[in-house]
């Protein structure tokens, strides 16, 4: 499959494992899933499960039952996807036979109905599937009635198939995606920490932090931006579960979804036509054209991983984050002590994808379309990033914004497959508006089952009014 940047780029520049699946044939290759039931499973469950086995066998999926010999030194091989249908006692968990807490994705199957109410708000609802989750010790949701069967995830999406039984379709465009792509917190040595370094007061941020300001403000009523799911108020079976929660959270103390972020203006090189890719410089493919793009260093103002989007505090609750010469930081303001609140956002490998795709768009539009307002505005202004938990109406969207992403497969903003389709996306993004001789001015990007980010040139507060309007948010579900 060709991609307009390469894996070996992308590994370069934002450190995504070069052989990370991105396509669904990729995915079913590499994917390798245990069976591990209950005791004592339902017939139900039985068949379900058998079925899904099937399916995934007939994916190319290697899909095996369990046995002991699917042990190493008493844990599954990092990489197993671990499938346990049915209701375990502590000392059955799937939880307590993996080699560490980011190597296995579990997943819990129930023969019950989704006990979400349809009705509910996404926030409720998001709770409601996190409780679940670290009841239960696993990363998934599956639940399995005799008309339907439901998948329930970290990120508050509720996908239901009106099938008793998994079908290769499905498993394939929608399960496979999410077994393979796993959400996995940023490791916090892998960034230069700049503790009390960042001024939001300061003349350089003053009109970046008003914006911030009147953006919550203006998200503040909507059900659409999820806020705060806090570990302290989950129900765990003791505390050496609670334990284990915290540990795979990096010590946050919760879940929030959704970011705001305003990348810093920059000086914008134009691309050139390629040659030998140099140090410094990538190949990208566009609109027919192979160019050489230069990386620069970016900087981004974001919102803090675990704080309430809706009702900021400028002294606590906005850090800067970068990348200077290949390498992460992130900045913290004096008010903001050192501790779990100052790690890494899980989206942040895609929120420094979309302002490396920023850069690179505005290269190359110096070089297809000189005098583009996208590449003034971002060596002027920079640009806003959006990330929520619904969808925008197609009649929504500003003048200028091109939207990309509705057929990949159904990963979460936090993986690195959502970064290298940020990237990607853009670049098909410019390709319309190119194509349409139309001025470039930003992207919509849709994840399928996720949510959205929207990039470019309205600031937070324009972003924030234009999505809020009445009836122009779906759901996340739907």
Sequence with gaps: MSHPVSPASLRHILGIPEKTPLSLGAMCAELRCVLYPA?????????????????????????????PSSLVNGRFSPGTVILAPGIFLDDELAINRVSTLHNNIIVGIYDEPSPLDENA??????????????????????FVTDESWTICTMNGGVITFNTPLPSRKDVRNTLVPKLTAQVVPPKPEDFDFRHGELSVTSAEYMEAADDFLTCSRNWSSSSFLLTHTSTEE??????FYRKIVARYLDQRSGMSYGFFARQ???????????????????????????LLVPVPDVRVLTTRSGCRKHELNLKTDLIEIGLEKGNAYLKTSPGLPDGPTTRPSFDTLTILAHALGNAFIASILKVLKPGSIFSERLEKKGASMTHW????????????????????????????????????GKIEALEQALGAGKEYLG??????????????????????????RPALSENLAE
């Excluded at 914008?268 to 890719?277: H, I, S, Y």
């Excluded at 109406?393 to 200028?400: D, M, Q, R, V, Y």
Aim: glycine share 6%; net charge neutral.
């Design 264 to 290: 810093l203006p920059l000086p914008v090189k134009p691309a050139t036509v390629a040659g030998n890719e140099e140090n410094g410089w990538i190949a990208v493919r566009v609109a027919g054209n192979t």
């Design 121 to 142: 708000l996404p926030q409720m609802r998001l709770d409601a599937i996190v409780r679940r989750l670290a009841r239960d010790m696993v990363h998934i949701l599956v």
């Design 39 to 67: 005791k004592t499973i339902t017939g139900r469950l039985e068949r379900f499960s058998l079925s899904l086995m099937q399916a995934l066998r007939s994916l190319g999926v290697s899909a095996e039952s369990y046995s």
């Design 389 to 424: 938990h619904g969808y925008p109406e197609s009649a929504a969207l500003p003048e200028g914004y091109f939207m990309h992403g509705k057929n990949n497969p159904p990963v979460s903003c936090s993986t690195p497959q959502s970064a290298a389709y940020s990237l990607f």
């Design 443 to 468: 992207d919509v990007h849709i994840e399928p089952n996720h949510g959205t980010n929207i990039v470019g040139t309205l600031n937070l507060a324009e972003t924030a009014r234009l999505l809020n």
């Design 234 to 239: 989950l129900d765990y079976r003791n505390d």
